[in-house]
């Protein structure tokens, strides 16, 4: 033992426990560099050799397996630490610096109260006192050192790796569907069964147009999806499951499916409680991307068109976020109404009325972002909708012609123009044929090696020139069906036909939006005493147009002021029920269209504080029968019996029979002969008061 080293340990330290710290970096190593573990245990005969008995030296070995690049997740540094601080280590004893910690921060940590409490550090190397400046200023350099190494390290790996995926050539673990062939490419699985379900999947999207709707179908129709294990027991088996909406998303995000490769997709760092966290990269910043680099699923323009439909079908509150897959609900509009306030995107809600299923756009951007008592705005949607659809049907009809022959034209001139290089193509295999051919005739016929050679790739151009024949016989006989009259009269047909399918009652509200999704970009709203409407097609131009506002219900109830009028005027002289028969008689309705009805013309009556019939005769004077009974001192039903004989006037003012009397004139009831006086029943006479004395 060096004299430097007896100088340094006192007696203050040796009264203290030893801590010997081992650590390997992965379980590999602990596994595999065993000697590495052995020299780290064989420390504690060096800390016997300093001083401390073996029954006070500790060994921390907690953290084998584990990096040291973090103390975050070393529960036995932490320990390690602990004793340091609380000053129950007289010395920490490691093989090197590397295996106590190779993060400055750390180790500097670890220095800084080693150095207070007088704790002191061992290493192959010597005993040093970090609270001794040179001691402390070489422990540093030697933490820079072991830092600078891990880099070192990392940089000679990823620059490794980084070069062999440039090249396309690095293998890493692939989706379920593709795998690696006995020569190391990659190919599709040669399970059929796996193969068919992956592309269940893609069709299902390309026909949907939404991640949950491919969900909803596999899972309707009970279809289970594979799942290959990676790593641990039985890696490399299938196993088969039910999908979800996370695993969907993940296949049509995989750029692998489309046959290319790629490298550096997401980047690795941490977070808040030092944990390591995946961080989604856009395209522009991937390392490295090899189109074609393999056999896919889809082709990569697919891919793209995946990738902007999953974007446009996001769920947000942006102005970027529009244009959805088409959902359920009668909304012809969804997910493509700005609001023309705030410019964020509008909602759809529905309200049940009468049965049916009433739209409203809505924008709740103030609601949900500030707190606001009140939406920005809403508007009724079906008004909108009929605007909108019947704008789209005099657009669309008019020039659907023109453009439906516009467009085969440019199908004929593409057509003939791939047909004119196809020609040149097959010109060029032919001259190539004949110049294969004339190098066979030219050679030796006794050199047989170059004349073997020479024959074979003969027969090789031949066949290129067969099989490109033929390729430009089929595409020519399928460009015809294109380009011929027939097709052209389909073409003008189908444009023809747009009105029909639009107002078809079988045309599905999902199939509409799917079709306006391709001429319309969005519609902006403002509202106001009428809706203004924008609207922006695809291409970039622009239209705009109002709509009025539904009157409130208030106002759509209400009778019209002519039939108002009309009751008030029938109301002079007929009851309730009667002024419902002439209404009808003359053609008159209610708010819903239905015909008069005598408790509706009551109803009307009452709303619009009209004079029932009974009010406008007592108004004239007439009376009931009970009030004539009392002025002239009969019964109520010798009145109803003179009114029924015409004697007394009456005049109905109730549905039940129910009258009011005119009251007589200046004249007297009286009894009239008995039955005691010839058999008739006893009447009241009318007789006028100058004649009383008389009688």
Same mark, same amino acid.
């Given at each position: 033992?060096p004299?430097?080293?007896? +100088?340094?340990? /006192?007696?203050?330290?040796?009264?203290?426990? #030893?801590? %010997?710290? *081992?650590?390997? =970096?992965? $379980?590999?190593?602990?596994?595999?560099?065993?000697?590495?573990?052995?020299?780290?245990?064989?420390?504690?005969?060096?800390?016997?050799?300093?001083?401390w008995?073996?029954?006070?030296?500790h060994?921390i070995?907690?953290?084998?397996?584990?990096?040291?690049?973090?103390?975050?997740?070393?529960?036995?540094?932490?320990?390690?630490?602990?004793?340091?601080?609380?000053?129950?280590?007289?010395?920490?004893?490691?093989?090197?610096?590397?295996?106590?910690?190779?993060?400055?921060?750390?180790?500097?940590?670890?220095?800084e109260?080693?150095?207070?409490?007088?704790?002191?550090?061992?290493?192959?190397d010597?005993?040093?006192?970090?609270?001794?400046?040179?001691?402390? +200023?070489?422990? /540093?350099?030697?933490?820079?050192?072991?830092? #600078?190494? %891990?880099? *070192?390290?990392? =940089?000679? $790996?990823?620059g490794?790796?980084?070069?062999?995926?440039?090249?396309?050539?690095?293998?890493?673990?692939?989706?379920?569907?593709?795998?690696?062939?006995?020569?190391?490419?990659?190919?599709?699985?040669?399970?059929?069964?796996?193969?068919?379900?992956?592309?269940l999947?893609?069709?299902?999207?390309?026909?949907?147009?939404?991640?949950?709707?491919?969900?909803?179908?596999?899972?309707?129709?009970?279809?289970?999806?594979?799942?290959?294990?990676?790593?641990?027991?039985?890696?490399?088996?299938?196993?088969?499951?039910?999908?979800?909406?996370?695993?969907?998303?993940?296949?049509?995000?995989?750029?692998?499916?489309?046959?290319?490769?790629?490298?550096?997709?997401?980047?690795?760092?941490y977070?808040?409680?030092?944990?390591?966290?995946?961080?989604?990269l856009?395209?522009?910043?991937?390392?490295?991307?090899?189109?074609?680099?393999?056999?896919?699923?889809i082709?990569?323009?697919?891919?793209?068109?995946?990738?902007?439909?999953?974007?446009?079908n996001?769920?947000?509150f942006?102005?970027?976020?529009?244009?959805?897959?088409?959902?359920?609900g009668?909304?012809?509009?969804?997910?493509?109404?700005?609001?023309?306030?705030?410019?964020?995107?509008?909602?759809?809600?529905?309200?049940?009325?009468?049965?049916?299923?009433?739209p409203?756009?809505?924008?709740?951007?103030?609601?949900?972002?500030?707190?606001?008592?009140?939406?920005?705005?809403?508007?009724?949607?079906?008004?909108?909708?009929?605007?909108?659809?019947?704008?789209?049907?005099?657009?669309?009809?008019?020039a659907?012609i023109?453009?439906?022959?516009?467009?085969?034209?440019?199908?004929?001139?593409?057509?003939?123009?791939?047909?004119?290089?196809?020609?040149?193509?097959?010109?060029?295999?032919?001259?190539?044929?004949?110049?294969?051919?004339?190098?066979?005739?030219?050679?030796?016929?006794?050199?047989?090696?170059?004349?073997?050679?020479?024959?074979?790739?003969?027969?090789?151009?031949?066949?290129?020139?067969?099989?490109?024949?033929?390729?430009?016989?089929?595409?020519?006989?399928?460009?015809?069906?294109?380009?011929?009259e027939?097709?052209?009269?389909?073409?003008?047909?189908?444009?023809?036909?747009?009105?029909?399918?639009?107002?078809?009652?079988?045309?599905?509200?999902?199939?509409?939006?799917?079709?306006?999704a391709?001429?319309?970009?969005?519609?902006?709203?403002?509202?106001?005493?009428?809706?203004?409407?924008?609207i922006?097609?695809?291409?970039?131009?622009?239209?705009?147009?109002?709509?009025?506002?539904?009157?409130p219900?208030?106002?759509?109830?209400?009778?019209?002021?002519?039939?108002?009028?009309?009751?008030?005027?029938?109301l002079?002289?007929?009851?309730?029920?009667?002024?419902?028969?002439?209404?009808?008689?003359?053609?008159?309705?209610?708010?819903?269209?239905?015909?008069?009805?005598?408790?509706?013309?009551?109803?009307?009556?009452?709303?619009?504080?009209?004079?029932?019939?009974?009010?406008?005769?007592?108004?004239?004077?007439?009376?009931?029968?009970?009030?004539?009974?009392r002025?002239?001192?009969?019964?109520?039903?010798?009145?109803?019996?003179?009114?029924?004989?015409?004697?007394?006037?009456?005049?109905?003012?109730?549905?039940?029979h129910?009258?009011?009397?005119?009251?007589?004139?200046?004249?007297?009831?009286?009894?009239?002969?008995?039955?005691?006086?010839g058999?008739?029943?006893?009447?009241l006479?009318?007789?006028?008061?100058?004649?009383?004395?008389?009688?």
């Amino acid at each position: 033992m060096p004299t430097d080293h007896a +100088l340094k340990i /006192g007696a203050d330290h040796l009264r203290r426990d #030893a801590f %010997l710290y *081992v650590r390997q =970096s992965s $379980l590999r190593q602990v596994f595999e560099n065993t000697e590495s573990t052995k020299r780290q245990y064989a420390l504690r005969d060096r800390a016997v050799a300093l001083g401390w008995p073996i029954d006070r030296i500790h060994v921390i070995d907690s953290d084998q397996g584990v990096s040291g690049a973090q103390a975050a997740g070393r529960d036995g540094f932490q320990h390690l630490v602990t004793e340091v601080a609380m000053g129950h280590a007289g010395i920490v004893l490691g093989l090197e610096v590397s295996r106590l910690a190779r993060n400055n921060a750390d180790w500097h940590r670890l220095l800084e109260l080693a150095a207070l409490s007088r704790t002191l550090i061992s290493d192959e190397d010597g005993v040093y006192d970090p609270a001794h400046f040179n001691d402390r +200023l070489l422990l /540093g350099l030697k933490g820079t050192m072991s830092e #600078a190494e %891990l880099h *070192v390290l990392k =940089s000679r $790996l990823q620059g490794g790796i980084l070069n062999k995926a440039r090249r396309g050539e690095l293998e890493i673990a692939l989706p379920v569907g593709l795998v690696y062939g006995p020569d190391g490419r990659v190919c599709l699985d040669p399970d059929r069964q796996i193969q068919d379900t992956v592309r269940l999947l893609f069709d299902t999207f390309r026909e949907t147009g939404s991640a949950c709707a491919v969900l909803r179908r596999m899972r309707a129709q009970h279809i289970l999806f594979p799942r290959r294990i990676t790593r641990g027991i039985g890696k490399g088996e299938v196993l088969w499951g039910e999908l979800d909406h996370s695993r969907v998303l993940e296949i049509l995000h995989n750029p692998r499916y489309a046959g290319a490769f790629v490298y550096g997709r997401r980047r690795t760092s941490y977070n808040a409680d030092l944990k390591q966290v995946q961080l989604q990269l856009k395209r522009e910043d991937w390392q490295v991307l090899i189109r074609d680099a393999h056999p896919g699923y889809i082709s990569w323009d697919e891919f793209e068109r995946n990738e902007l439909t999953l974007q446009r079908n996001a769920v947000g509150f942006s102005t970027n976020l529009r244009g959805g897959a088409p959902r359920e609900g009668s909304a012809l509009l969804q997910g493509r109404v700005l609001c023309g306030r705030c410019g964020s995107r509008m909602r759809v809600r529905y309200d049940a009325r009468e049965g049916k299923q009433r739209p409203y756009y809505c924008c709740n951007e103030d609601t949900v972002r500030r707190a606001a008592s009140r939406n920005c705005q809403w508007v009724q949607g079906a008004e909108i909708d009929a605007a909108i659809s019947a704008l789209l049907l005099q657009t669309v009809a008019p020039a659907a012609i023109d453009v439906a022959l516009a467009v085969q034209d440019e199908i004929a001139q593409r057509v003939e123009q791939a047909a004119s290089m196809r020609a040149a193509q097959l010109q060029r295999c032919r001259y190539e044929a004949e110049l294969a051919r004339r190098r066979y005739v030219k050679v030796d016929p006794d050199n047989r090696l170059v004349a073997d050679a020479l024959e074979a790739e003969w027969n090789e151009r031949l066949r290129q020139l067969d099989t490109l024949q033929r390729e430009h016989e089929r595409q020519q006989q399928a460009d015809q069906t294109l380009s011929d009259e027939p097709a052209r009269r389909r073409v003008v047909e189908l444009a023809q036909d747009f009105p029909r399918v639009w107002n078809d009652p079988r045309t599905s509200a999902l199939q509409r939006k799917k079709m306006l999704a391709l001429m319309i970009e969005d519609v902006t709203l403002i509202s106001g005493l009428q809706v203004a409407v924008h609207i922006r097609w695809r291409g970039g131009k622009t239209q705009s147009l109002t709509v009025d506002k539904p009157r409130p219900i208030a106002l759509v109830r209400k009778t019209r002021p002519e039939v108002v009028q009309l009751i008030d005027e029938l109301l002079e002289t007929c009851t309730d029920r009667e002024v419902a028969r002439r209404l009808n008689d003359l053609g008159h309705h209610n708010w819903r269209g239905d015909s008069f009805t005598a408790k509706k013309v009551r109803l009307v009556r009452i709303t619009y504080g009209l004079k029932s019939r009974f009010q406008r005769l007592r108004e004239r004077g007439m009376l009931t029968s009970g009030e004539l009974a009392r002025r002239f001192g009969v019964c109520p039903t010798t009145v109803n019996h003179l009114g029924r004989q015409g004697i007394l006037k009456r005049h109905m003012y109730d549905s039940d029979h129910r009258y009011l009397y005119e009251p007589p004139g200046d004249v007297t009831l009286v009894k009239g002969a008995g039955s005691r006086y010839g058999g008739r029943a006893p009447q009241l006479i009318p007789v006028p008061s100058t004649a009383q004395g008389a009688l």
